[in-house]
């Protein structure tokens, strides 16, 4: 039960796009299309942004998005914005029927 | 409104026991699958556990398996972490969590902190 791989940073300016990617095996991102992405701001609880790699939960807005390919799952956030500066992590589920966090990935909004 | 609340945190010294609560409210606690989540200082979030919505089914992290039980009572709308032989990398602060879909979470608690030490 490694942690999935995310890179520890991640920065843009206003208005821009950045992407994010969470690499895992082949006993979960590979396998499962089980993967989230959770937004933390310190302090804060964690808010789910992206499930089954793509869906947007109700009332998260539609400027986050999510894509797999392979063992690499990744999170899209378009038209970066202040409050969008935050610590993101990966979630996937496994073949052990346990779930895996990503190592983390802090956004700077420049 | 759709809460959870945890409770049980403390400080303990290694090798001891300590068990944690998860209070629901709000939702129909009984469909859901719940989880455990913790953060150790500095750290990243790790997944701990998780129990089906009947409590027939119970998973853990490799690091806890062995130590750690989880279990619920539908009839208090609680989830529990039982934690037996602590050890200093333990100390975390730890969440519960509501299954929305196939291991999403999205619902959590504040959570509670507890350390390991001597």
């Known amino acids: 039960q490694s942690a999935l791989t995310q890179p520890a940073s991640v920065s843009g300016s206003p208005g821009q796009s950045i992407t994010i990617s969470c690499t895992g095996t082949?006993?979960?991102?590979?396998?499962?299309?089980?993967v989230s992405w959770y937004q933390h701001h310190p302090g804060k609880v964690p808010k789910l942004v992206i499930y089954?790699?793509?869906n947007r939960p109700s009332g998260v807005s539609n400027h986050f998005s999510g894509s797999k390919s392979g063992n690499t799952a990744s999170l899209t956030i378009s038209g970066l914005q202040a409050e969008d500066e935050a610590d993101y992590y990966c979630?996937?589920?496994?073949?052990?029927?346990?779930?895996?966090f990503g190592t983390g990935t802090k956004v700077t909004v420049l | 409104q759709v809460q959870l609340v945890e409770s049980g945190g403390g400080v303990v010294q290694p090798g001891r026991s300590l068990r944690l609560s998860c209070a629901a409210s709000g939702f129909s606690f009984s469909n859901y699958a719940i989880h455990w989540v913790r953060q150790a200082p500095g750290k990243g979030l790790e997944w701990v556990a998780v129990?089906?919505?009947?409590?027939?089914?119970?998973f853990y992290a490799d690091s806890v398996k062995g130590r750690f039980t989880i279990s619920r009572d539908n009839s208090k709308n609680t989830v529990y972490l039982q934690m037996d032989s602590l050890r200093a990398e333990d100390t975390a602060v730890y969440s519960c969590?509501?299954?929305?879909?196939?291991?999403?979470?999205?619902?959590w608690g504040q959570g509670t902190m507890v350390t390991v030490s001597s």
């Open positions: 082949s006993s979960d991102i590979g396998t499962y299309n089980h």
């Open positions: 979630s996937a589920y496994t073949s052990t029927r346990t779930d895996v």
């Open positions: 089954d790699v793509s």
């Open positions: 129990i089906s919505y009947d409590g027939t089914n119970k």
């Open positions: 969590a509501r299954d929305f879909t196939s291991y999403a979470f999205d619902v």
